[in-house]
């Protein structure tokens, strides 16, 4: 019995070598391009088409040469430096500030040294529901001005829709000097009030009367915040593509007030929706959603939340349509728009975009490739490349091959669960583990009972 359990347990170090076997793949395609003249990486975009089929992690994802030997490959995001542009704070003070004809003021600031320039500016003030007209001039010595800036739009509609601009962007490269003209400055408003008054003359003393009282406002500015733009390279960002959904399913909720989108994603890599609609002016609460099935139930699960808006105004455009989530590969996902007590939006669909992914490996000379995909239960490949493909993650650009047509395995048939997927399931290594501890005891009990067999023969000695 002892025997018996070794020879057991010396068989687990062996499991999971068998060679690669094609037949157990539903599907392959070539890799298209020049055959290398001497060793080289090269790296081919995973399509639509694999993503569909290619199991989670892409752990079925495999090549093999035209001798049927595997090829060590490594599946991963492609990653780029990018270019953003931030803002950079440039100090200033207030010189000067007067009232001009016309309920204008204007006023004059000097940026902090005369070598430093603007590209813009904030007015930080703590109004609320404003629309005002800035101009600004623009002067090198403080003498002679020029023309900048022409009744540029600063607003906030806050009381309709979560619309803000403060923001005034000058020629590239302006200042040291700059006289900021606001018109408007004191703005006129109908301010709805409610008194109680005396009547006489039979009337009910104390009855209430709707009135309307003139409010002054004056446009209150906090400070003028300038900067400069500036580039900022991001490294190893990742690229993003927009992938192709088909139209999506519009059903309306009148009970919660709802618009629900579902589309179906076809488990393409997504981190990013747009919601596209043709109605305008709108600032709405969304939420997304994707389909997951546990223990055979399909159910949906939230990702995340976040506001969605169109705004088309005089002076005041902006769109933000798009929300981004944690990376998904999933069958459907759904965006629900919360509308409250708005009319529902109208020309509904999705777009959606997420990361590319690409196949990495080291093309020899006079070989041809397949990649193999769409097989069952498959463990993740160990392979020694990561330290070969380190130039290419640090900028060296592969050879691009492509994906030739997928073509299905007529000979396809799923793999065996082996020992190894069976060391995988829990109810099998509960049963390996009672098996384990009744055998151990079984010898134990022999040994107990040999060693009080010898006991007893010793007690039966005459001397």
């Given amino acids: 019995m002892k025997t018996s359990l070794m020879t057991l347990l010396a068989l687990v170090p062996g499991l999971g070598l068998a ?144 619309v803000r601009r403060t923001e005034v962007v000058l020629p590239p490269g302006s200042g040291p000097n700059f006289r900021i003209e606001i018109g408007n400055a004191s703005e006129d408003r109908i301010q709805p009030l409610v008194k109680l008054v005396s009547q006489k003359g039979g009337q009910d003393s104390g009855a209430e009367i709707r009135t309307q009282e003139l409010l002054r406002t004056p446009f209150r500015m906090d400070r003028i915040a300038f900067w400069k733009n500036e580039s900022v390279v991001e490294n190893q960002q990742e690229a993003r593509r927009e992938w192709d959904l088909p139209l999506p399913m519009v059903v309306e909720d009148a009970r919660e007030k709802a618009t629900e989108i579902t589309v179906d994603t076809a488990r393409l890599p997504l981190n990013r929706v747009m919601l596209v609609s043709t109605s305008r002016n709108f600032s709405r609460r969304a939420r997304i959603q994707i389909q997951i099935v546990e223990n055979g139930v399909a159910r949906w699960r939230a990702l995340t939340e976040a506001r969605v808006r169109d705004v088309d105004l005089p002076g005041f455009v902006r769109s933000d349509l798009e929300i981004d989530f944690p990376e998904q590969r ?5 965006v629900t728009v919360l509308n409250g007590d708005n009319p529902p939006l109208t020309g509904l669909r999705l777009r959606g975009f997420g990361p590319v992914y690409r196949v990495l490996l080291l093309a020899e000379p006079g070989r041809a490739y397949r990649l193999l995909y769409g097989a069952e239960r498959m463990a993740p490949p160990v392979y020694d490349l990561d330290s070969v493909l380190t130039p290419v993650r640090q900028g060296l650009k592969p050879t691009v091959r492509t994906l030739g047509p997928s073509r299905e395995n ?33 010898v134990l009990a022999r040994s107990f009972k040999r060693v009080g067999g010898s006991l007893d023969g010793e007690g039966d000695d005459p001397h």
Wanted: with cysteine; proline share 5%; glycine share 6%.
């Fill in 410 to 442: 007529p000979a396809y048939r799923p793999a065996r669960a082996g020992l190894g997927a069976l060391l995988n399931n829990p109810a099998f290594l509960t049963g390996a583990i009672i098996l384990a501890a009744l055998v151990l005891l079984v």
């Fill in 330 to 334: 999933v069958r459907q996902l759904r």
């Fill in 19 to 162: 060679a690669l076997n094609p037949d157990h793949f539903k599907f392959d395609r070539t890799l298209e391009g020049a055959a290398p003249f001497r060793t080289e990486a090269a790296a081919v975009a995973l399509d639509s088409e694999l993503h569909r089929t290619a199991s989670d992690g892409y752990t079925d994802v495999r090549v093999i040469d035209d001798r049927g030997l595997e090829i060590p490959r490594a599946v991963e995001k492609v990653l780029l430096n990018e270019t953003r542009i931030v803002h950079r704070s440039v100090g200033s003070r207030a010189a000067s500030v007067r009232e001009l004809p016309g309920n204008r003021i204007e006023a004059e600031f000097v940026l902090a040294r005369p070598e430093y320039r603007a590209d813009g500016f904030d007015v930080v003030t703590p109004l609320r529901d404003f629309a005002r007209a800035v101009s600004v001039s623009g002067s090198r010595d403080g003498v002679v001005w020029q023309p900048l800036v022409q009744n540029a739009d600063i607003c906030d509609y806050s009381r309709y829709l979560d």
